[in-house]
T-cell receptor, first 116, second 113 residues
Framework: ETGVTQTPRHLVMGMTNKKSLKCEQH?????MYWYKQSAKKPLELMFV???????ENNSVPSRFSPECPNSSHLFLHLHTLQPEDSALYLC???????????????FGPGTRLTVL | GDSVTQMEGPVTLSEEAFLTINCTYT??????LFWYVQYPGEGLQLLLK?????DKGSNKGFEATYRKETTSFHLEKGSVQVSDSAVYFC????????????FGQGTRLTINP
């Protein structure tokens, strides 16, 4: 149990659907992340939120829309996706401390997304 | 930009065998280096880390030494167990952008009894 939960665990959607992925952390952290894990490709950072503010957008297409209503919840809204967007989407969180060079990121189990 | 290269998998070993998973990196400055492990159906977990040259990270019998001269951070374990079967990821973070982890492609390890 890592303290980071993701729902749903599996999602199948058509290219015209709109769906959302949810992430919740129970660790009291102040930073949250979305990563994409595709087959045979390195894990890719998509978005970073610090204290609910987006601080990193790694050139992600606009069909992926993140939302962070508070430090414990993070959403990824999906619309008009393409089959190549099929992947495992991982959420992570960390406690960011001023002056620290690195703070451990804790990952959720991921949502396996299939776009038909 | 920064990058991490891991040995291609999958790797299959017998129980009690010696394990090495190679990892090399390219980075400007002095990155921190990490090994993460992903067990089936779970998210990534930090296995060990090293934040400066010649540091050795260790955990659960695994070790890796930060080698600046060879830009490497190879993962080793003297005697693997079936429960070590997982996917292992090498990663780095740059000091200037500590939250941005750059991962290798992962190496799937299977240990047979």
């Amino acid at each position: 149990e890592t303290g980071v939960t993701q729902t749903p665990r599996h999602l199948v959607m058509g290219m015209t659907n709109k769906k959302s992925l949810k992430c919740e952390q129970h660790l009291g952290h102040n930073a949250m992340y979305w990563y994409k894990q595709s087959a045979k490709k390195p894990l890719e950072l998509m978005f970073v939120y610090n204290f609910k503010e987006q601080t990193e957008n790694n050139s992600v297409p606009s069909r992926f829309s993140p939302e962070c209503p508070n430090s414990s919840h993070l959403f990824l809204h999906l619309h008009t996706l393409q089959p190549e967007d099929s992947a495992l989407y991982l959420c992570a969180s960390s406690r960011e401390l001023a002056g620290s060079s690195y703070n451990e990121q804790f990952f959720g189990p991921g949502t396996r997304l299939t776009v038909l | 930009g920064d990058s991490v290269t891991q040995m291609e998998g999958p790797v299959t070993l017998s129980e009690e065998a010696f394990l090495t998973i190679n990892c090399t990196y390219t980075a400007t400055g002095y990155p921190s280096l990490f090994w993460y492990v992903q067990y089936p159906g779970e998210g990534l977990q930090l296995l060990l880390k090293a934040t400066k040259a010649d540091d050795k990270g260790s955990n659960k019998g695994f070790e890796a030494t930060y080698r600046k001269e060879t830009t490497s951070f190879h993962l080793e374990k003297g005697s693997v167990q079936v429960s070590d079967s997982a996917v292992y990821f090498c990663a780095l973070s740059d000091q200037a952008r500590a939250q941005k982890l750059v991962f290798g492609q992962g190496t799937r390890l299977t240990i047979n009894p």
